[in-house]
């Protein structure tokens, strides 16, 4: 009867002992479970937070890149648009100051052809006038001599 006793007391301690020993194995394992869910939760949160801050800040660097760009972009198209300008005026300035001095060499020679064309007509006018004149007082003289002497000579003659 004691060894049946002492046996089942064995048996019962080795029962407790495994029992024992397993809920803390398993509670080991429990615990290494869940601290390597939890650091594998950490990493992958850490992980996480730091991809979406990187792409945070990279898409608002490209964003911010891009803005210089089509800021810079702007500003040079202002400025060609602004030399384009200054170039059309410039050529429009030298094209109508161009064009009025032709009008006014076009001008002053007209003027200078109309005059001169004028003062020949006036001194040709006036030499012809003269001939003319002469030419009739000669024809005059000359007549009026001739007529006298013609007279005289026929007055003689048939007298």
Do not use: C, T
Not at 104 to 111: A, E, G, L, P, W
Request: hydrophobic letters at 90%; glycine letters at 0%.
């Amino acid at each position: 009867m004691v060894l049946v006793v002492v046996v089942v007391v064995v048996v019962v301690v080795v029962v407790v002992v495994v029992v024992v020993v397993v809920v803390v194995v398993v509670l080991v394992l429990v615990v290494v479970v869940v601290e390597v869910v939890s650091a594998v939760v950490v990493v992958v949160v850490v992980v996480v937070v730091v991809v979406v801050v990187v792409v945070v800040v990279v898409v608002v660097e490209v964003e911010v890149v891009v803005v210089v760009v089509v800021v810079v972009v702007l500003e040079v198209a202002v400025v060609v648009v602004v030399v384009v300008v200054v170039v059309i005026v410039v050529v429009v300035v030298v094209v109508v100051v161009v064009v009025e001095v032709v009008v006014v060499v076009v001008v002053v020679v007209v003027v200078v052809v109309v005059v001169v064309v004028v003062v020949v007509v006036v001194v040709v006018v006036v030499l012809v006038v003269v001939v003319v004149v002469v030419v009739v007082v000669v024809v005059v003289v000359v007549v009026i001599f001739f007529k006298k002497y013609v007279l005289e000579v026929l007055h003689y003659k048939f007298i």
